[in-house]
């Protein structure tokens, strides 16, 4: 029963109200499109598993509002699968590698399966794809500055 309770006072968020930010505070519930081949990566030195080196890979999810990259670390990556239903608590929405926009567990959050295939979703837009800048009213905030491309220019889309 208090597993419930404290479900039920995190805050969820939709895929499309993602700003970027270095903090653990995205919640959020979407459906895995599709994943691309994992990729040996150097591991950052907050390494969950303390080896220089680990595999990544990215994946498209959505929910019914929007589309974003989400990273998968280690063995993340095999835990997942299209057309699987994924809970993010404590997620981090931020640039990896100064310059992909993606949307992560990070060391504190947590990815968890929770069903399959029968989710409402969309394809555009795809926050991973907005330029962002800092709020010349306030350093501190994000704002949109330009869409370089509302589909994901990493996994193109069917036409």
Known sequence: ??????DASVRTVKLKDLVPAATNTVNTTFIVLDKA???AARAPQQARDGEKETT???ALVADETAAAHFLLWGGECGAFEPGDIVRLTGGIFSY???N???LRAGRRGRAEKV????MRFVET?????IRWGRDPADARRMVQEAVVSPYSQVF????
């Open 115 to 118: 069903g399959e295939f029968t």
């Open 56 to 58: 990544t890979c990215l």
């Open 156 to 159: 193109k889309p069917l036409r």
């Open 37 to 39: 081949a994992p990729t």
């Open 100 to 102: 992909t926009l993606v």
């Open 96 to 98: 990896h590698r100064g």
């Open 125 to 129: 837009p795809n926050v991973s794809e």
């Open 1 to 6: 029963m208090a597993q419930r309770e404290a």
